[in-house]
């Protein structure tokens, strides 16, 4: 039976640094982003490489549903790396038949890098209110969310992705820790828009972010982002030694 796993985070966090990790798996096949032709579609947002996206992919998700996460793989794990705020207008039973980890990040930081490229930034374009209803859904259901918060990811690597193994119940595997630098094959067209630190890097690394002050215009969206996020975070995986 295939494990299909996806990955719910927002923009700017260690998504796809947590995709290389899993394709370092030799029983996992990665996917990167299915629903983004489909978000660009619905919403009509407008995201760096627009067009291109949109030609990439089939942009309608009872499709991506069909043909990619439920499709069948040559491997017994599937990563899916999704983005929490291209859950919109999609059926979610799907949900149901996968595992769902929730990837969250300091919303401060995430609001100063994304909104470089999404000048008018709001919550709804961070995920933090949809990955708080994947949250009570999970709660809901009586199972126990699994939630990875990155800077407890970068600042001990092995324990957490120990203790998230541990909760996917798949063995743990070392080749996790580390990757070449450069392109993968499974990044999406926008990869060039996106990707270019994750790209020069091999590993999680746990550089001090920048913390300048952010402009008075994103503070009302930092003040709703960050109780969507503590609420998250009380659910953190802590590390296994």
Not at 84 to 104: A, G, K, M, Q, T
Request: with cysteine; aromatic share 8%.
């Amino acid at each position: 039976m295939t494990l299909r796993i996806n990955c719910w985070s927002g923009p700017r966090n260690i998504s796809t640094a947590l995709m290389y990790s899993f394709r370092e798996r030799k029983d996992t096949t990665v996917v990167d982003e299915p629903f983004y032709a489909h978000y660009l579609r619905v919403s009509g947002r407008e995201h760096p490489g627009y067009q291109e996206i949109l030609v990439s992919q089939d942009q309608h998700s009872e499709q991506v549903v069909q043909n990619v996460i439920q499709s069948e793989y040559s491997t017994p794990v599937v990563f899916f790396k999704q983005m929490c705020h291209h859950l919109v207008e999609i059926d979610l039973s799907f949900l149901d038949n996968c595992s769902n980890i929730l990837l969250i990040r300091e919303p401060s930081l995430v609001i100063r890098s994304h909104a470089k490229n999404v000048p008018d930034l709001k919550v709804s374009d961070i995920g933090l209110d949809v990955q708080n209803f994947l949250l009570n859904r999970i709660l809901e259901s009586g199972e126990m969310p699994v939630v990875i918060d990155s800077a407890n990811l970068l600042m001990k690597p092995e324990a957490i992705l120990k203790e998230l193994c541990q909760q996917l119940e798949i063995a743990f595997d070392d080749s996790m820790l580390s990757w070449e630098p450069g392109a993968k094959p499974e990044d999406g067209i926008w990869a060039q828009h996106w990707y270019k630190n994750t790209h020069e890097s091999s590993g999680f690394s746990n550089q001090e972010p920048n913390r300048d002050p952010l402009p008075e215009k994103f503070l009302p969206v930092l003040e709703e982002a960050t109780v969507l996020y503590e609420n998250l975070k009380k659910y953190a995986c802590e590390g296994i030694e």
